[in-house]
T-cell receptor
Framework: GAVVSQHPSRVICKSGTSVKIECRSL??????MFWYRQFPKKSLMLMAT?????????EQGVEKDKFLINHASLTLSTLTVTSAHPEDSSFYIC???????????????FGPGTRLTVL | GDSVTQMEGPVTLSEEAFLTINCTYT??????LFWYVQYPGEGLQLLLK?????DKGSNKGFEATYRKETTSFHLEKGSVQVSDSAVYFC??????????FGAGTTVTVRA
């Protein structure tokens, strides 16, 4: 099956620093990657949609200058949390949509998530 | 807009009990429907899916049937195990390919 990895799996940082999270599709090409945020005991909140070679599309209420997304290749997208604060502490999950047409191409494959703790 | 409503938990069961998690959806057109599972501390894994009406998705003893007439995609398992303890998310992808998730249902299976 399609595999998506995220790195790091856990990160602890000081308030005011920036943190970069990588999302990679290991065995397929992804035209589109998605970034989600999950609060404790809550569902996933879509933050942004990232298309390779173009600017990310952010959901309403998500600060694009705070959460920088880069999708430099068909297998890599990065999320940078800039000037992180304790309220940014959360579980961040990425997913990737395969480069295939038709309804089967709608499936998204999820990474294992990154636990960010800002002190 | 397109949305998913799923049964609120938490749900606590004994081993070998029957599990049902209700899921209904609102969508225009013909969305694809999914059940994802999230084990403690991990990301989401696709459990099963159905892409058209009357399709039945199945995996690991879990089943769900895409019912267009009732706009439902209920998840069932006949005999749960402790290892099935997790959070289960119902989700749909409409034509614009953005996944919409339900709120999640926490299931705890006791030995």
């Amino acid at each position: 099956g399609a595999v998506v990895s995220q790195h790091p799996s856990r990160v602890i940082c000081k308030s005011g620093t920036s943190v970069k999270i990588e999302c990679r599709s290991l065995d397929f090409q992804a035209t589109t990657m998605f970034w989600y945020r999950q609060f404790p005991k809550k569902s996933l909140m879509l933050m942004a949609t990232s298309n390779e070679g173009s600017k990310a599309t952010y959901e309403q209420g998500v600060e694009k200058d705070k959460f920088l997304i880069n999708h430099a290749s068909l297998t890599l997208s990065t999320l940078t949390v800039t000037s992180a604060h304790p309220e940014d502490s959360s579980f961040y999950i990425c997913s990737a949509r395969a480069l295939t047409s038709g309804r089967a191409g709608n499936e998204q494959f999820f990474g294992p998530g990154t636990r960010l703790t800002v002190l | 807009g397109d949305s998913v409503t799923q049964m609120e938990g938490p749900v606590t069961l004994s081993e070998e009990a029957f599990l049902t998690i209700n899921c209904t959806y609102t969508a225009t057109g013909y969305p694809s429907l999914f059940w994802y599972v999230q084990y403690p501390g991990e990301g989401l894994q696709l459990l099963l899916k159905a892409t058209k009406a009357d399709d039945k998705g199945s995996n690991k003893g879990f089943e769900a049937t895409y019912r267009k007439e009732t706009t439902s995609f209920h998840l069932e398992k006949g005999s749960v195990q402790v290892s099935d303890s997790a959070v289960y998310f119902c989700a749909l992808i409409p034509n614009d390919y953005k996944l919409s998730f339900g709120a999640g249902t926490t299931v705890t299976v006791r030995a």
